[in-house]
Structure formats: structure tokens, C-alpha cells
């Protein structure tokens, strides 16, 4: 179901952005293949090309999942147009008057490292306007194990860190906001932990404490959540099966290259030509002046 998700993408990127994103996210908000998108959306598929149209829309298309993942517990939720500085993502409680604002990220396993200023925390704080809280949403498994800036900042901005595997573990077992359940203790984490960390630990792990915080709120056991954990991991072993394919297919290919063939690919993957007639556009430009 993802791989024919990864298709369409890889079709509208011919459409025009605007058009692209919008065949894209009425077609996330309608699909019964939801959770199986939902499941897969925190990996960037190694086959779509770096800072390509079919990254953008990958992209876009997380900010989709968001928000319908909102949605699916109980809350009013669409995607933002505005481009730049802005958040992706807007959402309301009908039932708690709450606003928030959210963001998607979404990251290659084959990614070597992951800095601080990727999940852009402090940014996001400072697009929430009149929102009462910010979320950040990105791969739990890839949120730094130890200690990272990352937690400190959503301390001090009160950020809220959550992970697609806390939406999908959710979802799969109905829960919903209620008159009972109000998710703003979730958003509002980072706000309860500035008053009992002191500054040398702010930087620590909290992961753990979030999760207890959210097993709490809706009655279930951590027991239960780590073995929902288990399954996350044995998914994600799958889909890097199924990414180191894709790489070995890949090398398999260049290695039946003939030497003119390689050299030629090499200098298409450097854009050596488009580079050299860019200089020279650049260069006329000026000289017309």
C-alpha cells in the first residue's frame, strides 16, 4: 500500500506543486490505507532523489498524515498553505477550545546524523501566534537516545516532542479525545517538566517520562506500549530490508556500467553540464548589461 503511495507521489510531481499537494492530500484524508501510510511516513523512501520535486512532496504529504492523524483522535485539523516562515499544520479541540500548531519530519535511514536545528523547535514555538501549543512530530526511534539541545529547547519553549510510533499506538486502539481525555496534558509536557528540571538535566532524554505522562492519561500499561514498541522496530528492520535492497540494486547496476557509461553517469549525478550552462546564462546576463 506505501510503495503505491510512493508511486502517486512520484506521478503528481509532473502536476505542479500546488496542484500535487492538494491530489495528494485529499487523497491521505479519504484512503482506507491509512494506517499503513501512517506507519511508513517517518522514513523518506531512499529511491526519491535528494532535494528533488518528489522530496517536497513527501514532505507535504507528512503534513497531510499529521494532520489527519489529529483527526483521528477527535480533533479539527488541516494543513497551512502559507509558504516560509509559518507552521505546517493548525489544529482545534471542539470538545477543550485548545489551538495548536504542528510540524512533520520525516528522515532517510541512511541519514548519518541528525543535528538539533533539523527538527527546528525554537521556529516552531515562534509560529504558534495565538496557539496555546506546539507539536513536533518526527520518528520516535530518531529523536537522539541520550541527550540532545533538542529536549532543552523543548523545555524552554515548551515544544511538544511526539513520536509517529505515539499517533500510531493511538489510533490503532480508538483513542479519542473526550470530556474525560484531554490531550493538552500531551501538548503542554514540556511546560510540567520546566518545573522540576534543573538546568544540568535539561538537556537529558525524556522520552520515557512523556510516555508514562501519555500511558496515564488513557489507562494503559507501559507493558502494553513496549510491546507495541517491539512491533514498531520489527517494522522498521523490514522497510531497511527493503531500502538496502533498493542501494544493492542500485550498485548492482553501476557495476555492469561499461567505463563510457559510468563516466557519463558520473558527470549526470554531478550536473557538471547544467552547472557549466548556468555560468555561461550568468555570464551573457551580465555582459548584455
Not at 482545534?92 to 527546528?120: C, E, M, Q, W
Not at 513520536?163 to 493538552?184: C, D, K, P, T, Y
Request: hydrophobic share 40%; proline share 2%.
Amino acid at each position: 500500500m506505501f510503495n503505491r503511495f510512493v508511486a502517486m507521489i512520484s506521478e503528481c510531481a509532473n502536476d505542479g506543486f500546488f496542484n500535487a499537494t492538494e491530489k495528494l492530500d485529499n487523497y491521505i484524508s479519504s484512503t482506507d490505507d491509512f494506517m499503513d501510510i501512517l506507519t511508513q511516513i517517518g522514513t523518506i523512501p531512499e529511491s526519491i532523489a535528494h532535494d528533488s520535486t518528489e522530496e517536497k512532496l513527501f514532505a507535504k504529504a507528512s503534513d497531510s498524515v499529521l494532520a489527519r492523524a489529529f483527526r483521528e483522535l477527535g480533533l479539527n485539523s488541516k494543513v497551512l498553505t502559507e509558504r516560509g516562515d509559518s507552521a505546517d499544520i493548525i489544529a482545534s479541540s471542539p470538545i477543550h477550545g485548545y489551538t495548536l500548531v504542528a510540524d512533520a519530519k520525516a528522515f532517510r535511514l541512511s541519514r548519518t546524523a541528525i543535528n538539533p536545528k533539523d527538527f527546528k523547535i525554537v521556529s516552531l514555538s515562534g509560529w504558534r501566534n495565538d496557539s496555546d501549543y506546539a507539536v513536533l512530530c518526527a520518528p520516535y526511534f530518531q529523536y537522539p537516545q541520550t541527550q540532545s539541545q533538542i529536549y532543552a529547547q523543548s523545555i524552554d519553549n515548551n515544544v511538544c516532542l511526539l513520536g509517529w510510533e505515539h499517533l500510531i499506538f493511538l489510533i490503532q486502539r480508538g483513542i479519542i479525545e473526550s470530556e474525560v481525555l484531554n490531550f493538552a496534558r500531551l501538548w503542554n509536557f514540556g511546560e510540567k517538566l520546566s518545573h522540576s528540571v534543573v538546568v544540568a538535566d535539561k538537556k537529558k532524554n525524556f522520552i520515557h517520562d512523556f510516555n508514562i505522562e501519555l500511558l496515564t492519561s488513557i489507562g494503559w500499561s507501559e507493558k502494553e506500549f513496549s510491546s507495541a514498541l517491539t512491533d514498531y522496530m520489527e517494522n522498521i528492520a523490514e522497510r531497511g530490508d527493503f531500502e538496502k535492497a533498493y542501494w544493492e540494486n542500485e550498485r548492482e547496476k553501476i557495476l555492469k556500467l561499461t567505463r563510457e557509461q559510468a563516466i557519463d553517469e558520473l558527470i549526470k549525478s554531478k550536473k557538471i553540464n547544467e552547472k557549466i550552462r548556468q555560468i555561461d546564462l550568468y555570464v551573457r546576463g551580465i555582459c548584455r548589461d
